[in-house]
């Protein structure tokens, strides 16, 4: 686990530098969408309608849960964040950087299995 902690800070470390090398000229649309649909879609994302991650652990887990709803909590941030950086995907032109939220996606999917196996081990059928 301590593994997809220290992957999970390491795209939040791409993320932002991802954010910081875009000059303003380049943070102007690269897409075509006449709908600003995917800007909606961010929107809704950095609006903490999809992913809040103001969420406190505590607030999150009141202490009674199974290991196994703590890995279907966790499967299911993993698949949150997948849906945002896919969003993100369309957005970002390969010159700047989506090559980098290819690898991040890709790594929230190993995460996945991981978990799922996890789970297959520990948690097995009654």
Known sequence: ???IAEQEDEHCAIF???R???ASKD???????????????LRAMADRRVVDVSRRPQ????????F??????AVGMEKDSIAFYVGMQDMVPPALGRDKLDLIIKE??????????????????S
């Open 1 to 3: 686990m301590t593994i």
């Open 16 to 18: 932002s530098a991802l």
């Open 20 to 22: 910081r090398q875009l």
């Open 27 to 41: 943070q102007e649309a690269t897409t075509y969408d006449p709908g600003q649909e995917a800007e909606a879609y």
């Open 59 to 66: 607030d999150v887990l009141k202490g009674a849960e199974s």
């Open 68 to 73: 196994a709803d703590i890995l279907g909590i």
């Open 108 to 125: 929230e999917k190993k995460h996945i299995v991981f978990l799922s196996q996890l789970f297959d081990e520990q948690c097995p059928p």
